[in-house]
């Protein structure tokens, strides 16, 4: 997609403040090019405050690195052309159609006042035929389901061409279908494109599936990093989450966490 | 299919201002037909018809009532394109080009001109000049303690809305005690806060052109900016742009343009809150076409309201501002309730 090799994170010492109060504090974190990197933690750990900070978004102290570029100094557009976001719960412009909505994610490629050229025509119909939405390019945005939606916005990140993408739990919304769905998609085009992914999620079992590593975050501390079977342990989830559960390893599928019946009687 | 709508919209627009101003251009209530001011205007062509007017029926046309079609026109234009600018810059389509005061810093400059300097005799008209002035003072003070409220922390397009608030409600209360000191205009300054065009000529639409010409050019660049901030301020960052650089361009071009129309035509409410509406509900939510068919449509209302100031109790004049309410209002309550049906 980029045409530029995968570039690999790099957070420092970084520390991340909302108001008065550190939601994050001294972080280090290093992402290889290319990888996945699975966000993991329970509500309130600063998984999407990170998120925030890496996009941008979010003023923070540390060094944050992309690409050996530091993030703070980059000017807005340069940011865009490295780092795409897929948020939460988008924003839903109305009267927008998917066309037009893809065709967004190449604002940080044209000049101030142009309108997009053939070039850019293109690789938003190269997108949008490459997440299977011809059908849906001139529906609007809000009439679209979640999936749709969900898809929609991962085409707006693609066409930004940038070499890390963010997504910020990107399947809350999603029945297991789709958030199979989106997440094999997100997988397909990393190796295709060469993209390096963080993702904030909160299915453990999926963070593990699909991550190559997996961040535990608690309380705005890394409380753990490695590989998912290094990290999603039954104690790690009882420190993290204070839940009771059994982590299996199965051939076919991978890890799975599995919450334990705490049983009738429990207080 | 983009660029089908944008000209489908777009030719409409024109049509209907080109009919709208046409049908304005050659009626009135001086005893010319129809017929004579056509032929007026066509004998001026090579080749056309010999005029039938006298001099003083054909000055009439060229200096009072074509200037006003073209006033309306313009000041229409403006109130229109500038409210479908605001509207999106704050994303919010409750957002008229009043909204940070430059209609009662207008208000205020016209009434300082009317109170203290209608006996003095001036090379031009101070109240257009004053009305201008106070207008864009009120707009640049918004934006001042917007800014600073924005430094404390909040970077929240809402803060900049809550200063307009204030600052319009100075201006007013500013205005309101110079119109009680100078009590003996009130009517004078009724009749200017209620809107028209009944003083307009050629040396207004010369005064205010170039302002609407620059404020139109920087709105109409900014179409696709414009798009992106529909995303919200967070999403558009991350796409690139800097949501409050687009809003200040934007505003700015807004009030410029807002200034200059109120400055010739007093306060006429509705046009730039429901005409962007309406074409959003016609010609869909995209501001390339949105726009451009806001300052059409804007243009032809206002002069087929101003038709009817000028005609409907002649020889009295109507204020303007309460025809654009009249007409547009139950015109709106329907568009809306069919809207809401389908």
Redesign the interface.
């Known amino acids: 997609m980029t045409g530029r090799p995968p570039a690999g994170v790099t957070l420092h010492g970084v520390s991340i403040r909302r ?1 008065s109060v550190e939601v994050v504090h001294q972080l280090h974190l290093q992402l290889t090019p290319g990888s996945w990197m699975s966000l993991v933690g329970p509500n309130g750990a600063g998984k999407s405050t990170l998120i ?1 900070a890496m ?3 979010l003023p923070h102290t540390g060094k944050l690195l992309i690409d050996k570029q530091d993030v703070a100094t980059l000017s ?2 340069d ?3 490295l ?3 897929v ?1 939460q719960r ?2 839903l ?4 159609t998917v066309r ?1 909505y893809v065709l ?2 190449r ?2 490629h ?1 000049s ?5 050229g053939r070039a850019d025509r293109q690789l938003v119909e190269d997108t949008i035929e490459r997440l299977e939405l011809q059908w849906l390019a ?1 529906r609007f945005v809000s009439d679209l389901s979640g999936g749709e939606l969900q898809r929609a916005t991962i085409g ?1 990140a693609l066409a ?1 061409e940038a070499q890390v993408l963010l997504l910020d739990e990107p399947t809350s919304a999603l029945d297991i279908h789709h958030q199979q769905q989106a997440l094999e998609l997100v997988d397909q085009l990393r190796h295709a494109h060469g993209l390096t992914v963080c993702a904030a999620m909160h299915d453990l079992t999926l963070a593990a599936q699909f991550g190559d590593r997996v961040a535990l975050m608690a309380c705005g501390e890394l409380l753990a990093e490695g590989t998912p079977s290094e990290v999603i342990t039954e104690d790690n989830v009882k420190r993290a989450y204070g839940a009771d559960v059994v982590v299996r390893h199965d051939e076919e599928v991978g890890l799975a966490v599995i919450p334990r019946r705490r049983g009738v009687g429990f207080s | 299919m983009r660029t089908h709508r944008s000209l489908v919209s777009l030719s409409i627009g024109f049509l209907t201002l080109a009919v709208a101003m046409t049908l304005s251009a050659i009626v009135g209530v001086s005893g010319l037909s129809a017929g004579d001011a056509i032929r007026e205007v066509f004998s001026h062509f090579p080749g056309g018809p010999a005029s039938r007017l006298a001099e003083l029926d054909a000055s009439l046309l060229w200096r009072i009532r074509f200037p006003r079609v073209v006033l309306s026109a313009l000041v229409g234009s403006a109130l229109g394109l500038c409210g479908c600018a605001y509207q999106g810059a704050f994303r919010n389509p409750l957002v008229d080009p009043y909204l940070l005061g430059s209609a009662a810093g207008a208000g205020l400059g016209a009434t300082l001109a009317i109170v203290y300097l209608k006996d003095r005799s001036w090379v031009i008209n101070p109240l257009p000049v004053l009305a201008f002035a106070g207008a864009l003072t009120a707009v640049a003070m918004s934006y001042l303690v917007g800014r600073a409220a924005n430094r404390q922390g909040r970077r929240d397009s809402s803060v900049l809305v809550l200063s307009g608030v204030a600052v319009a409600s100075f201006f007013t209360a500013l205005q309101t005690f110079v119109q009680q000191r100078g009590s003996d205009n009130l009517r004078q300054v009724y009749s200017w806060i209620l809107g028209g065009l009944v003083t307009s000529g050629w040396t207004e639409v010369v005064l205010i052109a170039p302002y609407l010409v620059v404020s139109a050019l920087v709105i109409f660049s900014s179409a696709r900016l414009l798009d992106v901030l529909s995303v919200g301020d967070d999403e558009a960052r991350t796409l690139g742009v800097r949501p409050e650089r687009i809003r200040f361009v934007v505003v700015l071009a807004a009030s410029l343009g807002t200034a200059a129309a109120v400055a010739v035509s007093g306060l006429i409410g509705f046009v730039g809150l429901v005409v962007p509406h309406v074409v959003r509900m016609l010609f869909g939510t995209r501001h390339h076409v949105s726009l451009p068919a806001s300052a059409l449509f804007g243009g032809a209302f206002l002069v087929i309201a101003d038709l009817g100031a000028r005609t409907l109790s002649a020889p009295a004049e109507l204020p303007l501002g309460v025809i654009t309410a009249f007409i547009g209002a139950p015109f709106f309550a329907g568009l809306l309730i069919r809207g809401v049906r389908s």
């Open positions: 108001g925030g996009a941008g978004l807005i557009r940011r865009a052309r780092i795409a976001v948020p988008p924003e412009p109305p009267g927008c037009e967004l994610g604002t940080a044209l101030m006042f142009g309108r997009g001139d707006r930004q």
